[in-house]
Nanobody
């Protein structure tokens, strides 16, 4: 059974950092496109980063440039989202998704359950 499980969310003060993890089971991530998305209350889902099956990366959100970074550990079949200098507007449920070979919503078939990130003082 293909499964993605996110972890690492929580409450953090503005300016703080969090690292989210997305562990895959039932399939090998390095053969798939894998990305991070988020959805804030009352807003549409927003793409953050995605790496396609050939290793090409897409940065969707200008609002996180220079603050967020995505990485992948193939040995652990896990991807990470390092989030620094967090702002209240980063508050959202963060999801990882996999599929591919390309980073398009139509091809990202597998989604995790999401992890809540709340940035507040």
């Amino acid at each position: 059974q293909l499964q993605l499980v996110e972890s690492g969310g929580g409450l953090v003060q503005p300016g703080g950092s969090l690292r989210l993890s997305c562990a895959a089971s039932g399939f090998t991530l390095d053969y798939y496109a894998i990305g991070w998305f988020r959805q804030a209350p009352g807003k549409e889902r927003e793409g953050i980063f995605c790496i396609d099956s050939s290793g090409g990366s897409t940065n969707y959100a200008d609002s996180v440039k220079g603050r967020f970074a995505m990485s992948r550990d193939n040995a652990k079949n896990t991807v990470y989202l390092q989030m620094n200098s967090l702002k209240p507007e980063d508050t959202a449920v963060y999801y990882c998704a996999a599929g591919g070979p390309l980073c398009t919503l139509a091809q990202l078939d597998y989604w995790g359950q999401g992890t809540q990130v709340t940035v507040s003082s």
